[in-house]
Structures are given as structure tokens and as C-alpha cells.
């Protein structure tokens, strides 16, 4: 069995001796790494509980498949190119030989700063090489790590240093993206008002801003590299220790910290990227999320390492200095293949085609998607103006909690259909479901996606709280995984997925809960109770509409909307702003208290004849009052 299938015939024996051997199958794959000791046994699992191990018994340390092993033929070939924010600063090529260098070397820093294999380490930092750095260093010594996404308030970092009981912070003095500064240490130093178990902190000297340290507790990254030896040896590891916890939203309460362990994740990330993509060795591969979600874990920092790629790194944003800039960077580092999210397609659609004329784009030969539904209109401006026609798109549908992708296309070998992610990746087992939790088999039929049958990079469980893991994703239905997602799968057996089933909004590829910005508007003490719900947007895929209720002191109603939104961005970021936010005087709720989402969502499209049974809310004619203010 070959590790990168060529041809759709290929796709075809490889899945269904995938699914009739997993075992035999996820071996074979797994045979192509290096191991400290082999696996006693491949699988062991069971989804009630829920129990996932694969490669049990098995001894490794991930970095070496990243780097190590790669020195003896992929020394002098670049690992990282990296486009700063600023097109006028000079880019930095790392080989890997390079980056081998500077993880064992940061890992020495790590050591002697205190940090012990299982100790768990967040990193808030800028998109620079030093962030890919600090991952592995982690990963190198066995700590293990958690990445926020720097656009987070100081609240959601505090929330998850103390949730993870974090012992270090890893960050930088400050970042430019765009023209706007984001001061990240002194973010840090607000969130560690609120935590104790911070020992360390250190910075990285990203653009020289004034920056107040610790003596106590703060070190800066250059002086600790200079001190440290060059040399460390890698941990060896258990294939089910954790690798990584991150951090990701659901429909109720506070995000989850979904944790992903190092044998099973480190398979499953190599062999989608180098599946899915296609990678050939000297490509140029370009993922344009941010190292703080998931897709950027595993398509800019573990997948293409552990595939030997070159990937480009992006520390900017598309609209900076215009909204040419994706395309200058494509143009100028000569990428192959560009991944990027449905929301930056939408927006550099919007500002228009001069921004792409007169930039060469010859050298993409692949194009992906990922994080939202792709609409049409999206996928056929990018097809055109970006591929040319002659590029596949891959429509990758996953997340945080699979590790990889788990529906696409192989890129040039799978039909593509716009907006259908098309077929599962050998070894996934989807089902679709009715609400009775029957599988619905055959073609031409709709209803929520489940995965009936482990793959290495399901999610072991959320930190600290497994009956959260269990009752999140194995309680829905019986016996299998449930992805939150609705899904078609049409008459020729190709899978489109249809959004969230929940209450989990996407808003511009971020994933959100509602109850998390819900629970940020209510600590305003005008605020009473609030309702959130998505509305389309042409741009972010998804905007937030908030329904407050707020107290009879309320004079000033412009005033609370502004002091609201100022609210959401202090508690999550200043991504979770609402974009409209309507005063009422009351939500629709069931005669148990549930509120009916279904009819403010109907509301915040404009749609308010056809509300559906209203009948058994408590109070029906609050509907028809919320409905003549939209009018
Ligand atoms: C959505 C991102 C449609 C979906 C990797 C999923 C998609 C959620 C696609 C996970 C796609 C992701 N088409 N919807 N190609 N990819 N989604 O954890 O709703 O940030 O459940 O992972 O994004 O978001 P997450």
C-alpha cells in the first residue's frame, strides 16, 4: 500500500481496505515513522465511556519525525519561509537544519527555566517562526502545550492558563497586524492578575515596544537562547501521552480544552496532508489560519514537518497594505498550493479583481478551503481569478476535536462539485443520522454526521473533565461520534456538509459559542438576559445577533449597545462582537424555560411570518412584539 494515493482508483482500494482492515491499515501507515519501540497493540477503544488508544505501548518523540529525521537528506531545505506583516521588512527562510537547532535549543531554555515532561505550557505569540519554536520545544521535552489564539482578551487567556494549570507563558513583547498593535505581554500581564500558577514568562522581542518585566517571574527569550546548550535529546514519549491541549467552543458554557495525543495525531496529521494536498517535494505549501486555531497546528506546524514540506508563514492579514497583499505573497514566495478560509475569499472577492490583476499567480498548481461552508459564488470567483481553472479546490471539512481532515477531495485526483467536501478520507467511517438516531444508508438523504469508528486523530478528551468529552460528543447517539454538523449525502454518494446543528456559530472561520457571548453580555449590570443567534453575512459567513433584555433603568440605549460590545471584547476577543444587538422585552421560551433559538433565528433573517408552532411558548405574543421592531 502506498502512503500518497494517486488515482481515484487508488482512493477507492485504500478506503475500503481501510475500513474492512483499521487496524492492518492505520500499522501500515504508521510504519513510515520512527519509533523508539513499536505498538503492542493498534487499537484499543470503546465510545461509551469514551476510550480511544491507538499505538498503545508505543515509544516515540514527535519532533524526531519532524526533524531528525529529516537532517540526513532535508538539512539545507527550507522548512519555514516567513512574509512579515510589513512587506517592506526582509523574510526569513529557516531550513531544517535550522529549526532543528533552535527546538533543541529552546528546549534547553525551557529546561532550565523549570518546565518538566507533562508540564502544560501556553503559548500566546505572534505568527513568527519562534511560535512553530516554542510548540516543538514543547513538544521535544514533553511538556505539553496549549496555544491561544493572540486575538484573545486577557480574560480568555486567564480562563485557559487556569483551567490547564499552566505552569509557564511563552510570548512576545507586541505584534503589528495590519497597522493596528497588539500589545501581547502586557495582555499576558492583565491575565496573570487572575492566576497563580504561573512561574515563568518569556518574551520574545518581536518590535522593540515598551514592555514592564517581572523581575521575578519574567525572562527575555534572547538572553535565556544565548545561555542554553545546543544540544537536547529528545523525551521519549508514550503514543498516548498528551501532545496538545486547545482550546475550542460549544454549545454550552465555557470553551474546552480538547486534548490530542502524540502517536495517533502525529499519523493522522502527515498522512492527510500529504493525501489531501499532494504534496511533492519541492512545493510550495501556504496556509494562511493562524497557528492559534487548529488548522493551523496541523497544516503549518505538525503535518507539513512531519512531511518534510516547505510552508510559507504568514505574520500579516490579506487586506494589509490592500487587498492585494495574499496575492503579492503567493506572487513572490512562488506558492504551489494556497489554503486559506472561505471568509478571506468572500473579502478579497468583494474588493475586487483589480487587486489580482497584474499579479502572477502560475506557480499554484492546488487550492483549499476550510473552517465555514463554501458558497458557490466564493468557490467560483476562486477558481477562476486564483486557479485559473486549472487548479483543484479541496473543500477540507474537519475540526478541532478530528485532528485533520476527515472529508475533502485528494487534490487532482478526487471530482470536485462546489461547496461538496466530496469523500471520506481512508479510515473514517461517517454515518448520517436522524433525529431517532437511526443511520440513514443509501444516497440522497440528509440529517447530522456522526463518525461510527475511531481514527488516530480523535480527540481523547477535554482537559480535566472527561464527563464533559463523553456527553459533548459520545452521548448524542449511541455508539458514535457526533460532530455537531448537518450533512447531505447526495445521489451519487458525495457529502456536502450544511453548517451547525447547534448552538455553535462560525463567525469569519472563528468558532464561537453562543453561550459564551451570552454570558458576556449578561454581566453588564443593565443586562437582564440576552439570546444570541447567527444571521448570514456576506462576508464573515455567520454574524453574531444579540436579543437583550435590559433592565427599566436603561436611558440610553446607544450608550448599553456600545458598552455591550466593549463588554464581548474584554470577556472573549474582539472577534465575538454582536453585530446587531435589539432590545425586548422579553425572549421566546418554552413553558420549561428553553428558549426557542429557532424563532429568533427566523427573526434575524426578516423572516417573521412562518415563525412555525408558537404555541407552546409561555408567552406567545412576545414573538409579535419582537417582530415589530424588526419591521
Ligand atoms: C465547520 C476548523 C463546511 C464545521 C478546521 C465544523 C466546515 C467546524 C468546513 C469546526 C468545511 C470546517 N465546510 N463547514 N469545509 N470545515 N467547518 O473546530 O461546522 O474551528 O464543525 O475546526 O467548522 O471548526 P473548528
Given at each position: 500500500m502506498n502512503y500518497q494515493i494517486k488515482s481515484i482508483e487508488e482512493y477507492k482500494e485504500t478506503y475500503k481496505y481501510s475500513i474492512e482492515n483499521p487496524e492492518e491499515f492505520w500499522a501500515e501507515i504508521a510504519n513510515n515513522f520512527i519509533w523508539h519501540k513499536k505498538w503492542d497493540k493498534v487499537l484499543e477503544w470503546n465510545f461509551t465511556e469514551p476510550k480511544v488508544e491507538w499505538y498503545k505501548g508505543a515509544k516515540l518523540n514527535i519532533t524526531e519525525n519532524c526533524l531528525d529525521r529529516h537532517l540526513?537528506?532535508?538539512?539545507?531545505?527550507?522548512a519555514i519561509i516567513w512574509e512579515p506583516n510589513n512587506p517592506e521588512e526582509k523574510t526569513r527562510n529557516i531550513t531544517y537544519g535550522e529549526l532543528h537547532k533552535d527546538v533543541c535549543r529552546f528546549a534547553n531554555v525551557l529546561k532550565n527555566n523549570g518546565v518538566k515532561k507533562g508540564d502544560r505550557i501556553c503559548i500566546y505569540m505572534p505568527m513568527i517562526p519562534e511560535l512553530t519554536v516554542a510548540i516543538l520545544a514543547c513538544a521535544r521535552i514533553g511538556a505539553i502545550h496549549s496555544v491561544v489564539f493572540g486575538g484573545f482578551s486577557s480574560k480568555s487567556i486567564a480562563d485557559r492558563i487556569v483551567d490547564a494549570q499552566c505552569s509557564m507563558v511563552i510570548t512576545a513583547d507586541g505584534v503589528y497586524r495590519g497597522n493596528k498593535l497588539i500589545a501581547l505581554k502586557n495582555i499576558v500581564d492583565e491575565a496573570l492578575r487572575n492566576c497563580n500558577t504561573i512561574k515563568k514568562v518569556i518574551v520574545y522581542?518581536?518590535?522593540?515596544?515598551n514592555v514592564v518585566m517581572n523581575n521575578e517571574t519574567d525572562v527575555w527569550w534572547h538572553d535565556e537562547f544565548e545561555k542554553a546548550d545546543k544540544i537536547c535529546a529528545a523525551e521519549i514519549m508514550d503514543a498516548e501521552d498528551m501532545l496538545f491541549i486547545l482550546y475550542t467552543s460549544g454549545s454550552t458554557g465555557k470553551p474546552k480544552g480538547v486534548v490530542h495525543t502524540i502517536a495517533g495525531y502525529m499519523v493522522f496529521a502527515s498522512y492527510t496532508f500529504a493525501n489531501v494536498?499532494?504534496?511533492?517535494?519541492?512545493e510550495i505549501f501556504f496556509c494562511t489560519a493562524d497557528i492559534g486555531w487548529v488548522t493551523g497546528h496541523t497544516y503549518i506546524v505538525y503535518g507539513p514537518l512531519l512531511t518534510g514540506a516547505t510552508c510559507l508563514m504568514f505574520e500579516g492579514i490579506p487586506t494589509y497594505p490592500d487587498a492585494g497583499r495574499l496575492w503579492q505573497v503567493v506572487e513572490k514566495h512562488k506558492v504551489n498550493t494556497l489554503y486559506t478560509a472561505p471568509t478571506a475569499i468572500r473579502s478579497l472577492m468583494q474588493a475586487g479583481i483589480e487587486f489580482v490583476n497584474g499579479k502572477n499567480l502560475d506557480t499554484l498548481k492546488k487550492l483549499g478551503s476550510v473552517g465555514e461552508p463554501i458558497n458557490e459564488e466564493a468557490w467560483h470567483w476562486y477558481n477562476t481569478n486564483i486557479g485559473k481553472g486549472k487548479c483543484p479546490i479541496v473543500d477540507t471539512w474537519w475540526q478541532t476535536e478530528t485532528g485533520g481532515i476527515m472529508i475533502s477531495p485528494l487534490a487532482g485526483i478526487t471530482p470536485t462539485i462546489p461547496s461538496f467536501a466530496m469523500l471520506p478520507l481512508p479510515g473514517i467511517q461517517l454515518a448520517i443520522v436522524n433525529t431517532q438516531g437511526e443511520e440513514l444508508k443509501g444516497n440522497d438523504v440528509s440529517g447530522d454526521l456522526c463518525i461510527k469508528f475511531p481514527w488516530p486523530?480523535?480527540?481523547?478528551?477535554?482537559y480535566g473533565n472527561h464527563e464533559r468529552c463523553r456527553t459533548n460528543y459520545f452521548a448524542t447517539y449511541k455508539n458514535m461520534y457526533y460532530t455537531g454538523d448537518g450533512c447531505i449525502r447526495d445521489i451519487n454518494g458525495y457529502y456536502r456538509i450544511t453548517g451547525r446543528a447547534d448552538d455553535v456559530l462560525k463567525v469569519s472561520g472563528h468558532r464561537i459559542g453562543t453561550a459564551e457571548v451570552e454570558n458576556a453580555i449578561d454581566l453588564h449590570h443593565n443586562v437582564i438576559e440576552s439570546a444570541v443567534v447567527a444571521f448570514p453575512h456576506n462576508i464573515k459567513g455567520q454574524g453574531i445577533y444579540a436579543f437583550v433584555i435590559c433592565s427599566n433603568e436603561t436611558k440610553d440605549f446607544e450608550k448599553l449597545k456600545s458598552e455591550i460590545t466593549n463588554l464581548v471584547s474584554e470577556e472573549i476577543g474582539s472577534f465575538a462582537k454582536p453585530e446587531r444587538i435589539q432590545f425586548v422585552n422579553g425572549l421566546p421560551k418554552t413553558r420549561s424555560g428553553k428558549i426557542m433559538r429557532r424563532i429568533l433565528r427566523k427573526i434575524a433573517v426578516g423572516e417573521t411570518e412562518n415563525l412555525g408552532d408558537t404555541t407552546t411558548l409561555l408567552d406567545p405574543a412576545i414573538v409579535e412584539e419582537i417582530c415589530k421592531v424588526i419591521l
Amino acid at each position: 500500500m502506498n502512503y500518497q494515493i494517486k488515482s481515484i482508483e487508488e482512493y477507492k482500494e485504500t478506503y475500503k481496505y481501510s475500513i474492512e482492515n483499521p487496524e492492518e491499515f492505520w500499522a501500515e501507515i504508521a510504519n513510515n515513522f520512527i519509533w523508539h519501540k513499536k505498538w503492542d497493540k493498534v487499537l484499543e477503544w470503546n465510545f461509551t465511556e469514551p476510550k480511544v488508544e491507538w499505538y498503545k505501548g508505543a515509544k516515540l518523540n514527535i519532533t524526531e519525525n519532524c526533524l531528525d529525521r529529516h537532517l540526513e537528506k532535508l538539512k539545507d531545505k527550507t522548512a519555514i519561509i516567513w512574509e512579515p506583516n510589513n512587506p517592506e521588512e526582509k523574510t526569513r527562510n529557516i531550513t531544517y537544519g535550522e529549526l532543528h537547532k533552535d527546538v533543541c535549543r529552546f528546549a534547553n531554555v525551557l529546561k532550565n527555566n523549570g518546565v518538566k515532561k507533562g508540564d502544560r505550557i501556553c503559548i500566546y505569540m505572534p505568527m513568527i517562526p519562534e511560535l512553530t519554536v516554542a510548540i516543538l520545544a514543547c513538544a521535544r521535552i514533553g511538556a505539553i502545550h496549549s496555544v491561544v489564539f493572540g486575538g484573545f482578551s486577557s480574560k480568555s487567556i486567564a480562563d485557559r492558563i487556569v483551567d490547564a494549570q499552566c505552569s509557564m507563558v511563552i510570548t512576545a513583547d507586541g505584534v503589528y497586524r495590519g497597522n493596528k498593535l497588539i500589545a501581547l505581554k502586557n495582555i499576558v500581564d492583565e491575565a496573570l492578575r487572575n492566576c497563580n500558577t504561573i512561574k515563568k514568562v518569556i518574551v520574545y522581542k518581536r518590535i522593540g515596544n515598551n514592555v514592564v518585566m517581572n523581575n521575578e517571574t519574567d525572562v527575555w527569550w534572547h538572553d535565556e537562547f544565548e545561555k542554553a546548550d545546543k544540544i537536547c535529546a529528545a523525551e521519549i514519549m508514550d503514543a498516548e501521552d498528551m501532545l496538545f491541549i486547545l482550546y475550542t467552543s460549544g454549545s454550552t458554557g465555557k470553551p474546552k480544552g480538547v486534548v490530542h495525543t502524540i502517536a495517533g495525531y502525529m499519523v493522522f496529521a502527515s498522512y492527510t496532508f500529504a493525501n489531501v494536498f499532494q504534496y511533492e517535494s519541492n512545493e510550495i505549501f501556504f496556509c494562511t489560519a493562524d497557528i492559534g486555531w487548529v488548522t493551523g497546528h496541523t497544516y503549518i506546524v505538525y503535518g507539513p514537518l512531519l512531511t518534510g514540506a516547505t510552508c510559507l508563514m504568514f505574520e500579516g492579514i490579506p487586506t494589509y497594505p490592500d487587498a492585494g497583499r495574499l496575492w503579492q505573497v503567493v506572487e513572490k514566495h512562488k506558492v504551489n498550493t494556497l489554503y486559506t478560509a472561505p471568509t478571506a475569499i468572500r473579502s478579497l472577492m468583494q474588493a475586487g479583481i483589480e487587486f489580482v490583476n497584474g499579479k502572477n499567480l502560475d506557480t499554484l498548481k492546488k487550492l483549499g478551503s476550510v473552517g465555514e461552508p463554501i458558497n458557490e459564488e466564493a468557490w467560483h470567483w476562486y477558481n477562476t481569478n486564483i486557479g485559473k481553472g486549472k487548479c483543484p479546490i479541496v473543500d477540507t471539512w474537519w475540526q478541532t476535536e478530528t485532528g485533520g481532515i476527515m472529508i475533502s477531495p485528494l487534490a487532482g485526483i478526487t471530482p470536485t462539485i462546489p461547496s461538496f467536501a466530496m469523500l471520506p478520507l481512508p479510515g473514517i467511517q461517517l454515518a448520517i443520522v436522524n433525529t431517532q438516531g437511526e443511520e440513514l444508508k443509501g444516497n440522497d438523504v440528509s440529517g447530522d454526521l456522526c463518525i461510527k469508528f475511531p481514527w488516530p486523530g480523535i480527540l481523547r478528551t477535554t482537559y480535566g473533565n472527561h464527563e464533559r468529552c463523553r456527553t459533548n460528543y459520545f452521548a448524542t447517539y449511541k455508539n458514535m461520534y457526533y460532530t455537531g454538523d448537518g450533512c447531505i449525502r447526495d445521489i451519487n454518494g458525495y457529502y456536502r456538509i450544511t453548517g451547525r446543528a447547534d448552538d455553535v456559530l462560525k463567525v469569519s472561520g472563528h468558532r464561537i459559542g453562543t453561550a459564551e457571548v451570552e454570558n458576556a453580555i449578561d454581566l453588564h449590570h443593565n443586562v437582564i438576559e440576552s439570546a444570541v443567534v447567527a444571521f448570514p453575512h456576506n462576508i464573515k459567513g455567520q454574524g453574531i445577533y444579540a436579543f437583550v433584555i435590559c433592565s427599566n433603568e436603561t436611558k440610553d440605549f446607544e450608550k448599553l449597545k456600545s458598552e455591550i460590545t466593549n463588554l464581548v471584547s474584554e470577556e472573549i476577543g474582539s472577534f465575538a462582537k454582536p453585530e446587531r444587538i435589539q432590545f425586548v422585552n422579553g425572549l421566546p421560551k418554552t413553558r420549561s424555560g428553553k428558549i426557542m433559538r429557532r424563532i429568533l433565528r427566523k427573526i434575524a433573517v426578516g423572516e417573521t411570518e412562518n415563525l412555525g408552532d408558537t404555541t407552546t411558548l409561555l408567552d406567545p405574543a412576545i414573538v409579535e412584539e419582537i417582530c415589530k421592531v424588526i419591521l
